[in-house]
């Protein structure tokens, strides 16, 4: 089984300040590793993924995160928030290259302060 | 492309009602799922198929029913609409595992709102 769990459900930061959103996973298999993107009333969108190789993975927007397997974590930051970064982050696992189902976490709702 | 498109995008239903949602997408992906989003829980799987003519129960499969009869379209139907149901359902595809190009990324519809009174 896989699970995933984000801290906090609410992250309020300064504009131009860092943002740094939290993700644990458990998988019982080396996992492929997952952030979305959602914006208001709209789906979700892919800013970045960990499958192998290089364990700081860069994503789209100035997002990347960082795949720690010793901390099991997955950490999603970027140096400097945008007010258009705000939106709902979410954290996701699957089974590696044979996983056929993603699990999500319970998501980070981010306000940007100006 | 349209990529996955969801109708309809609201619906308002009273308890007990039926309805189905339909999902269809152009990217020739075998893998389809349904999840239902809810605040403070992420998005949990209803259903999914990993291909024409196959289901599978997700998470919380209870009350809901899926068929996938043709390859691009994946439906959820509500059989005795409840309350509970009350949530904003996503239908996702992807490619499917075996294939060069896969790493698991979904790709997602904008949502459906379904609200049971």
């Known amino acids: 089984a896989q699970s995933v769990t984000q801290l906090g459900s609410h992250v309020s930061v300064s504009e131009g300040a860092l943002v740094l959103l939290r993700c644990n996973y458990s998988?019982?298999?080396?996992?492929?590793l997952f952030w979305y993107v959602q914006y208001p009333n709209q789906g979700l969108q892919l800013l970045l993924k960990?499958?192998?190789?290089?364990?700081l993975v860069k994503g789209i927007n100035g997002f990347e995160a960082e795949f720690k397997k010793s901390e099991t974590s997955f950490h999603l930051t970027k140096p400097s928030a945008h007010m258009s970064d705000a939106a709902e982050y979410f954290c996701a696992v699957t089974r590696g290259a044979a996983g056929n189902k993603l699990t999500f976490g319970g998501g980070t709702r981010v306000l940007v302060k100006p | 492309n349209a990529g996955v498109t969801q109708t309809p995008k609201f619906r308002v239903l009273k308890t007990g009602q039926s309805m189905t949602l339909l999902c269809a997408q152009d990217?020739?992906?075998?893998?389809m799922y349904w999840y239902r989003q809810d605040p403070g829980m992420g998005l949990r799987l209803i259903h999914y198929s990993v291909g024409e003519g196959t289901t599978a129960k997700g998470e919380v499969p209870d009350g809901y029913n899926v068929s996938r009869l043709k390859k691009q379209n994946f439906l959820l139907g509500l059989e005795s609409a409840a309350p509970s149901q009350t949530s904003v359902y996503f239908c996702?595809?992807?490619?499917?595992?075996?294939?060069?190009?896969?790493?698991?990324?979904?790709?997602f519809g904008e949502g459906s709102r379904l609200t049971v009174l």
């Open positions: 960990y499958t192998t190789g290089a364990t």
């Open positions: 998988s019982s298999v080396p996992p492929y």
């Open positions: 996702a595809s992807t490619i499917g595992p075996g294939r060069f190009s896969n790493t698991g990324e979904l790709f």
């Open positions: 990217m020739n992906h075998e893998y």
